[in-house]
């Protein structure tokens, strides 16, 4: 390490570590120096010259955004010179700024506008025509869409390049750009293609002017007539930090609340525009109850007692063993931990589980495996990712850019196995294509190699890949494995992970398994997590034989969720009494006795565990405009009280209270730090090696067959975000890919209209012709519960055949 | 008009001087033969300090001193890239060499690589250049030919390639870090230095920059010694420069003539005059860039120091004559408008300074303008200057400015008459 420099500014002297700029050193001794252009998170381009400073020995003033400190430099920060050129910049700054602050987004919270309260003249000398880019004569903005939500207005740009920045460097894409020279240079989105990245937001965001607006914002409000609810996004297990914006008990956006350890100060679009979920037209309310073939809006009460005779009744005859009870990942841990309390010591059953998207459920010992190896922010010192059956950019979006970081700055290797093609951005990557279901296959080549054994010839892969993979992995590179939503429904989960597992001892490897669903570990470890024997699996084949009676839904949606639609209609159609708690009148909800509409951010608060088991506070709002919605533990409280149980929380924080006092390790949940605290969930013993069996690969049926996989995207995940109308204007319509032969075989030709269909059951969507998937093979992306793709599923196979017919 | 010896002019109007064979005929190629024989890449560096040739450019850095620059065992390729990309107003001196005498260029383009121990030079010619591009690529093929240019030259296990780059035509690509960003195939954007191309240019390599006309004197200086150089011009100044001619001038055109030759003898011995028997107004000494002199300056000495003294500079030595029948006010607003125009658009204070001058410039012109206006032109100027990321925004300064203070009568005429000063029309550069 090099030794820290010395220098003087403003008189004060002040040590620092070599590289860094005069301006952090400036903020070490308090010294604000105002900027425009400057983000310690990108690279500094020294343009807007906002930072000028004098050097002692320096002819010209300097960048302070742009240069590093030298040994005994004397900087000066506020001396005429200084001052001169800096009040001269902002002058310069504002003669084509269109000054329309009245009607400006930004307005109230704008750098411009500050730093020239702060520095800038009050009137204005420039007499002239200013420099307008009209976009549409009948307009009444000069407001130019650069994509379905990004709006550019070019009068107020700056050209502080942020925006470019955050494309190119950050998220790796390459839509917005320059054009024109001198005064009269803007910024557009090259030719023409839509501006929709997957941090598109974080533009908006970061621009230092209102140029840059989101379209589900735009003239909306006043900033300063907005109240902030610290929280924790619920969108993907990341957990970025946000404020969510909030006036009269409307949601007007998500901004970031940096935290620097989880998302330094970016979110994803999915994050960030999936707020009107909150307040969507056809959100749930009121709770509702099953008056003969008709469910009908109750009041809240009334609801309560229905639930609670009804449970009064089951506890009084020891029946308990009939109800069984289901949650979903994304509810908070005080909900998973209520939920368990309420099921296991009040009603007595064992039937728990955490989610109905699988048919086959996730044994203990790879619950205790899933998360992230270390902790985000190591992700960016990683040199090599293995990357498996799993897609990091859609499933943990911000996590992602640490691993683009590595890449892009540091020159890491990014390596993607899987049955069709993925992309971080367009940094280099290498794609190691296998048929379906073939990630242990592939892995077990990697770790033969590593031990000299002769390759199986099961499967053909890259040989140049698998030779860089072999070559880094020997000189001892830092390897990190990363599976992620395609180890969930693998059809050889158990060979995928002793494949993983030797891998990673073979390698020296990180291993991490990430879940999809943002409170994954929270509400597998707090509570909702039992064991395979009561999974939800096979709580409906209790139903169905009539051993279970009455099921609770929390937050989930089994008949829009469970791979096999067709069964889990009909057997909850079995049921005594349904009972779903949920946001919207979904699927699963029309067929309940009773339904609770469910609070959702920022309706209440709790904590939530990311990917690194960090756990975070999210805090409600403190108006409460919805007074019949309730988090899990609120109606669960409610009704013990009525059962004469005693109602047992008031509060997010009195669970928090009595998990701290009964979980070892977890006194901090009773005095919940700011930026969160980490949690030690994984278990290591679970990562010992194991025999390696491998399943025999799947094959096609026929050659008319398909094996089907599914994709989702950043802006589109299901039947939460399809309430998005913000996401839903962003994200692409459904598509099926397939490969051009199979294509040409089938007939089917690009953007055709085709069905997708088993033996009883079929769907409509589009297809799209393209080498990123393999022969016999077909990618459903971006599935809407229009068509609901778990129609063509059966729980008893964890492959699909279908077959694609053009219409 | 003292009789002296040209040296990049000698041979530039010999027939054929442009083919290899009648370029080594008359004693071309030997001092590149000479420097990879006989002497080592330090030795001929140190020959170029000692003769004491500086960047003809327009900043006149020492050329030798900036090669000594370069990082030592960075492991990195060293690159050499010639600035061809000539498009300062008034200018015209180094197409004039690339298309006569190209050979000249080029194997001063080997030496200087030699020197820094570079493999690949790289020459980025101003898009409009078609012919001058045509001859050095020709040149470089007859070179490579002959053993030049390529893999173990003398078979003394040096390699030096050759690669002519087009550019599109933008003034902002003379700067050296946008030709470097230019080269790289991004918008030509100039970068914030420190880092010096010589530690991280093309490509984030150690780069040398230097301009055609400095590269042409190094055979020369390598035949010929650096004594010989350095008794040539100024002891400051040294050796001889082209004076690029152009305006209200009888003869223009390039002069070759010893550094700290009077401007006098410049514009009548060698120009012949003032056109069409007209007075003379003023001078602008080094291209468009530089403050004007007034026609009672003209007894300065054209060098790098006396041209400072006399409150200009001699920049790339476009001499631009100005007669008493061209209004200053227009001149300026010639100038600004291109400034405004090749600003890269960058940086706030070019940006916007050079588009706010041109308007005020052109309300006056017009016949609109407000006295106040000229302190605030003055004020603009004093915001520019040295607030820029690179010189470009300095280089808008000097004509408006200059212009401001030694003309100002015709500005306060413009203003209070709404008319050009009688007798002063349009501009009639031809
Ligand atoms: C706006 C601008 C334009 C320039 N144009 C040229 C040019 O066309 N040719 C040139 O040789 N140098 C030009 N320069 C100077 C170069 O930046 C650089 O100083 C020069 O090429 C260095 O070579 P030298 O040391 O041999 O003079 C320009 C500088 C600026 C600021
Ligand atoms: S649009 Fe905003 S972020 Fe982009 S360059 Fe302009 S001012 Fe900067
Ligand atoms: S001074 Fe002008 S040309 Fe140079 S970087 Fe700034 S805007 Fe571009
Ligand atoms: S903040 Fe330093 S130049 Fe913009």
């Known amino acids: 390490m090099a030794d820290n420099i010395t220098l003087t500014i403003d008189g004060k002297m002040v040590e620092v570590p070599p590289g860094t700029l005069i301006v952090e050193a400036a903020q070490r001794l308090g010294i604000t120096i105002p900027t425009f252009c400057y983000d310690e998170r990108l690279r500094s381009v020294g343009a807007c010259r906002m930072c000028l400073v004098e050097v002692e020995k320096m002819p010209k003033l300097v960048a302070s955004c742009a240069t590093p400190v030298a040994p005994s430099m004397v900087v000066h920060t506020k001396n005429d010179r200084v001052i001169k050129a800096r009040e001269g910049v902002l002058e310069f700054l504002l003669i084509n700024h269109p000054l329309d602050c009245p009607t400006c987004d930004k307005g109230g919270e704008c750098p411009l506008q500050d730093l020239t309260y702060a520095h800038g003249p009050a009137v204005s000398r420039y007499r002239e025509n200013k420099i307008r880019f009209i976009e549409d004569i009948n307009q009444k903005f000069d407001d130019k869409p650069l994509g379905p939500e990004i709006i550019l207005n070019r009068n107020r740009c700056i050209m502080c390049y942020k925006c470019v920045r955050i494309v190119r460097d950050l998220a790796g894409e390459a839509d917005l750009g320059v054009f024109k020279r001198g005064a009269f240079t803007n910024i557009s989105n090259l030719n023409e293609v839509a501006y929709a990245d997957e941090f598109s937001g974080n533009t908006v965001e970061y621009c230092p002017v209102g140029a840059l607006l989101s379209r589900s914002y735009r003239y909306s409000i006043r900033e300063w007539l907005l109240k902030k609810a610290t929280s924790v996004c619920n969108l993907c297990p990341v957990g970025c930090n946000m404020n969510v914006e909030w006036s009269a008990g409307r949601v007007y956006r998500h901004m970031s609340r940096r935290n620097r350890e989880v998302d330094d100060g970016w979110l994803c679009d999915r994050g960030r525009y999936g707020f009107d979920i909150f307040s969507a037209a056809d959100r749930l309310f009121k709770p509702h109850i099953r008056r003969g073939s008709t469910l009908e809006p109750c009041g809240f009460d009334e609801a309560l007692i229905v639930v609670s005779k009804h449970l009064r009744k089951i506890i009084d005859q020891n029946l308990g063993m009939q109800v069984a009870a289901v949650g979903s990942p994304t509810l908070s841990n005080e909900e998973a931990y209520a939920i368990r309390h309420f099921f296991d010591d009040v009603i007595k059953t064992p039937e728990i589980d955490f989610q109905t998207d699988m048919a086959h459920p996730v044994e203990s010992g790879i619950i205790d495996l899933v998360g992230l190896d270390g902790a985000i922010r190591d992700l960016e010192r990683d040199t090599v990712f293995v990357i498996v059956g799993a897609d990091p950019a859609v499933e943990q979006p911000v996590a992602t850019l640490l691993i683009k970081k590595a890449v892009s700055i540091r020159n890491a290797r990014a390596i993607f196995i899987g049955s069709y093609d993925k992309r971080l951005g367009h940094f280099p990557i290498t794609n190691i294509r296998i048929p379906y279901g073939a990630e242990g296959h592939a892995l077990e080549h990697i770790s033969n190699r590593l031990e000299n054994k002769a390759a199986s010839d099961d499967i053909r892969l890259n040989e140049e890949a698998l030779n860089e993979i072999e070559e880094l992995a020997r000189k001892g590179e830092r390897v990190h494995i990363i599976a992620g939503r395609n180890f969930f429904n693998h059809p050889d989960r158990a060979g995928f992970l002793a494949a993983m597992l030797r891998l990673r001892k073979l390698a020296n490897a990180r291993l991490s398994i990430l879940p999809p669903q943002s409170n994954f570990i929270g509400v597998s470890h707090f509570g909702l997590f039992g064991d395979v024997d009561h999974s939800f699996n096979k709580i409906l084949e209790r139903i169905d034989s009539g051993e279970i009676k009455t099921l609770f839904v929390f937050g989930s949606n089994p008949v829009d969720e469970f791979p096999d639609r067709k069964f889990v209609l009909d057997t909850l159609k079995k049921l005594e009494f349904l009972v779903v708690v949920a946001p919207f009148m979904h699927p699963t909800a029309s067929l309940a006795g009773a339904v609770f509409p469910q609070a959702m951010l920022p309706d209440y608060g709790g904590t939530f565990t990311n990917i690194e088991g960090r756990i975070q506070l999210f805090e409600p709002m403190s108006d409460r405009p919805h007074v019949a919605v309730r988090p899990a533990w609120g109606i669960l409280g409610e009704i013990a009280d009525l059962i004469n149980l005693g109602r047992i929380w008031y509060h997010d924080r009195e669970i928090r209270d009595e998990i701290a006092r009964q979980l070892k390790g977890m006194a901090v949940l009773a005095h919940m730090p700011s930026d969160g605290f980490l949690f030690p969930f994984r278990s290591q013993e679970e990562l010992e090696t194991r025999p390696v069996n491998l399943k025999t690969l799947p094959a096609r049926k026929n050659e008319h067959s398909y094996i089907l996989q599914f994709a989702q995207s950043v802006h589109h995940q299901g039947w939460l975000t399809e309430k998005s109308n913000n996401l839903m204007r962003i994200s692409g319509r459904e598509a099926i890919l397939i490969h051009p032969e199979d294509a040409a075989r089938d007939g089917i030709v690009e953007n055709q209209a085709v069905t997708v269909s088993n033996s009883d059951e079929s769907i409509t969507v589009t297809a799209r012709i393209t080498t990123h998937v393999n022969r016999g093979e077909a990618l459903l992306v971006n599935s809407f519960t229009g068509q609901p793709a778990n129609k063509l599923m059966s729980r008893d196979s964890s492959i699909t055949y279908v077959s694609v017919k053009g219409i | ?430």
């Open chain 2, 1 to 430: 008009m003292a009789e002296f010896e040209k040296i990049l002019f000698k041979y530039i109007d010999f027939p054929e001087q442009d083919r290899i064979d009648t370029y080594m005929k008359n004693g071309g190629y030997a001092a590149f033969r000479k420097a990879v024989t006989t002497m080592t890449p330090e030795e001929v560096t140190d020959v170029v300090i000692k003769s004491g040739l500086r960047g003809r450019g327009g900043a006149g850095f020492p050329a030798g001193r900036k090669w000594s620059f370069l990082p030592k065992g960075t492991g990195k390729p060293v690159y050499l890239t010639v600035n061809a990309d000539e498009s300062e107003p008034g200018t015209f001196k180094d197409r004039e060499l690339m298309e006569k005498d190209p050979h000249m260029v080029i194997e001063g383009t080997l030496i200087a690589a030699y020197a820094i121990k570079c493999k690949i030079a790289f020459i980025y010619i101003r898009g409009e250049f078609t012919f001058a591009a045509r001859q050095l690529t020709r040149a470089i093929e007859e070179a490579r030919a002959k053993g030049f240019v390529g893999k173990n030259i003398s078979g003394k296990g040096i390699d030096i390639d050759i690669v002519v780059h087009r550019g599109g035509g933008a003034y902002i690509c003379g700067e050296e870090t946008a030709l470097l960003t230019s080269l790289e195939g991004g918008m030509g954007y100039p970068r914030v230095k420190p880092p010096f191309p010589a530690v991280a240019g093309l490509y984030g390599c150690p780069t040398i920059i230097n301009n055609v006309e400095t590269l042409a004197n190094l055979p020369h200086i390598i035949n010929r010694g650096a004594e010989w150089f350095a008794s040539i011009g100024t002891p400051k100044s040294t050796g001889t420069k082209i004076f690029c001619l152009s305006g209200h001038i009888n003869k223009p055109g390039n002069y070759e003539l010893p550094m700290g030759v009077p401007l006098r003898e410049v514009l009548y011995d060698y120009g012949g005059g003032i056109k069409d028997g007209h007075n003379l107004k003023a001078v602008i000494p080094g291209g468009s860039s530089v403050p004007v002199l007034t026609a009672d300056k003209i007894d300065v000495h054209m060098d790098f120091e006396s041209l400072a003294e006399a409150g200009s500079m001699l920049g790339s030595a476009g001499v631009i004559v100005i007669d008493e029948t061209m209004c200053m006010v227009r001149a300026a607003l010639n100038l600004a408008q291109f400034y405004q125009h090749e600003s890269c658009g960058q940086c706030t204070p070019c940006r916007q300074g050079t588009y706010w001058m041109l308007v005020i410039l052109n309300r006056i012109e017009h016949g609109e303008g407000r006295m106040e206006d000229l302190d605030t032109l003055l004020d603009i100027c004093d915001n520019i200057e040295g607030n820029t990321i690179c010189p470009l925004g300095d280089a808008a300064v000097p004509s408006v400015r200059s212009t401001i203070k030694q003309f100002r009568d015709e500005y306060e005429y413009h203003i209070t008459n709404k008319a050009c000063l009688p007798g002063t029309t349009a501009p009639r550069f031809e």
